[in-house]
């Protein structure tokens, strides 16, 4: 079991800077992957950024790439994701993600991931 639970959320305007940290109960194990994906007002949930916990290999979305940073930390055990220069377009609910992704191909593929966190609101306001 590795439950997830996201904090960091909240209402800002567009600009501003929001973190988000991530929580695991316990860190999963071999060639395993975390990161956050994000759903927006009726739209599909969608990738936003990831990392393998082997390797400095580290995972963008295009509209978030040179805004959005995730990083980790390994004492705390907390997977984090700065998140810079918001707009309105990044309004949604964030999850916290792990799994096992079969390869970096598949690192921005939702279905690649076995643990989902319930989710952060982030509400980017014009």
């Known amino acids: 079991q590795v439950p997830l639970e996201e904090s960091g959320g909240g209402l800002v305007q567009a600009g501003d800077s929001l973190t988000l940290s991530c929580t695991a109960s316990?860190?999963?194990?071999?060639?395993?992957?975390m990161g956050w994906f994000r759903r927006g007002p009726g739209e599909e949930r969608e990738f936003v950024a990831a990392?393998?916990?082997?390797?400095?290999?580290?995972f963008y979305a295009d509209s978030v790439r040179g805004r959005f940073t995730i990083s980790r930390d390994n004492y705390q055990g907390t997977v984090s994701l700065q998140m810079n220069n918001l707009k309105p377009e990044d309004t949604g609910v964030y999850y916290c993600?792990?799994?096992?992704?079969?390869?970096?191909?598949?690192?921005?593929?939702?279905?690649?991931?076995?643990?989902w966190g319930q989710g952060t609101q982030v509400t980017v306001s014009s």
């Open positions: 993600v792990a799994g096992w992704p079969a390869g970096t191909t598949r690192v921005k593929t939702a279905s690649e991931y076995t643990y």
């Open positions: 990392f393998r916990w082997r390797g400095p290999l580290t």
């Open positions: 316990s860190r999963p194990f071999g060639e395993f992957a």
